[in-house]
């Protein structure tokens, strides 16, 4: 196998197993266990778990910024149908696994932010480029009449995620979709409204 296709398969378990226990209760052996891979040779790929880390995060990354475009971007739905189509996507998802997992984001930046610089900085970069994202959807819609122009939609795209997140939160700590579905239908019952 090349050493690209590991680094990938590395990365690739590594994620998954973060995704389930975190990046402190993940250890590197474990990881390159599953990869079948010897210790030693994990400095071949990466520096340090912290860049072992970050190479998650960045991956992770580009793959929800095209997930995110697969629905905000969709021009064969208002605007306001691409962020619902997404959210109720995410509820199915989120569901399905019994809340297992979260948003892997969301989850580091919970564990990570107080303990590691980089690490904040660069989920911070994640959850602003996340945000802009959202605003340019909004943006959309308020030219097309279905938002009210007295909103901003940098304000409201931030608004939105940070509630979004919360909720997926809540829905892991009781293990029901109830938070995310009351989330979602006050978003369009008060949020997302024409006038």
């Known amino acids: 196998m090349k050493k690209s296709d590991k680094r990938s398969e590395i990365l690739s378990i590594g994620t998954e197993m973060i995704a389930l226990q975190g990046y402190n209760g ?10 079948g891979v010897p210790k030693g040779s994990f400095y071949h790929y990466f520096g340090s778990k912290e860049d072992f880390g970050l190479a998650i995060i960045d991956q992770f990354a580009v793959r929800y910024d095209q997930y995110l475009a697969s629905f905000l971007d969709d021009p064969a739905f208002p605007p306001l149908d691409r962020i619902r189509n997404y959210l109720e996507k995410v509820l199915a998802y989120l569901t399905g696994t019994n809340f297992a997992k979260g948003c892997l984001i969301g989850n580091l930046g919970q564990e990570l932010a107080d303990q590691n610089e980089r690490f904040r900085e660069r989920l911070d970069q994640i959850f602003h480029s996340w945000k802009e994202r959202f605003a340019a959807c909004l943006k959309e819609a308020q030219q097309q009449g279905g938002l009210t122009p007295r909103c901003d939609p940098a304000v409201i795209a931030g608004f ?19 938070p995310l579905r009351d989330f979602i239908d006050t978003m369009y019952a008060s949020v997302f409204v024409a006038k």
Request: proline residues 3%.
């Open 26 to 35: 993940t250890g590197i052996d474990a990881v390159l266990k599953r990869a």
């Open 160 to 178: 939105f995620l940070s509630g979004w997140e919360g909720a997926i939160l809540r829905a892991k700590v009781m293990k029901s979709p109830q």
